[in-house]
């Protein structure tokens, strides 16, 4: 089992509409927890982190953790077509980042 | 500058040669990662430094990779005898240090090994 495991997609999604994206992790332990935008041929850009159950908002971003399931999400409101990327889910430990694989987001005008 | 910067943006070796990359953290950054990111792959770690020292190496793929920064600034990524499967994009991201949420990434190396 992966460390961090994303659905690779692609997830393809209306303009306007709400993109979610999930993430789960196995080390329970884990105490943040990260979003990168990555588009292709760059690197990857934070968008988000999160430490605390619940939610936290940031603009037409959110994020939200959920320990118990060892669950992260990240939800994109008002999906823009700029918003297509590879969507990096990535947990702390020990200060290094643990990546899972990405999902494909495209937002379809 | 203003962000991570890295050289060479690409890089190609012909197999059994030896690469160096190198890496210009955000002023002032104490923490030093480097990742690899093959093609449809997350990154991932490789080595960690807090300024000069060398914290975590314990994602080098093998006794060829070996990382330095000697000053505690500018960090390099030797690759001795490379093979094809080194074939990837090598990130560098720095941090403020200790409890710092954020690691900035520079653009990447691409390495290709032929």
């Known amino acids: 089992q992966k460390e961090v495991e994303q659905n690779s997609g692609p997830l393809s999604v209306p303009e306007g509409a709400i993109a979610s994206l999930n993430c789960t992790y196995s080390?329970?332990?884990?105490?943040?927890f990260f979003w990168y935008r990555q588009y292709s041929g760059k690197s990857p850009e934070l968008i988000m982190f999160?430490?605390?159950?619940g939610d936290k908002e940031d603009g037409r971003f959110t994020a939200q953790l959920n320990k118990a399931s060892q669950y992260v999400s990240l939800l994109i409101r008002d999906s823009q077509p700029s918003d297509s990327a590879t969507y990096l889910c990535a947990v702390k430990g020990n200060e290094k980042l643990t990546f899972g694989t990405g999902t494909r987001l495209t937002i379809i005008p | 500058g203003a962000g991570v910067s890295q050289s060479p943006r690409y890089k190609v070796a012909k197999r059994g040669q030896d690469v160096a990359l190198r890496c210009d953290p955000i002023s002032g950054h104490v923490s030093l990662f480097w990742y690899q990111q093959a093609l449809g792959q997350g990154p991932e770690f490789l080595t960690y430094f807090q300024n000069e020292a060398q914290l975590d190496k314990s994602g080098l793929p093998s006794d060829r990779f070996f990382a330095e920064r000697p000053e505690g600034s500018v960090s390099t990524l030797k690759i001795q005898r490379t093979q094809q499967e080194d074939s990837a994009v090598y990130l560098c991201a720095s941090s403020l240090g200790l409890y710092s949420y954020e690691q900035y990434f520079g653009p990447g190396t691409r390495l290709t090994v032929t």
């Open positions: 999160i430490y605390s159950n």
């Open positions: 080390d329970r332990g884990s105490q943040s």
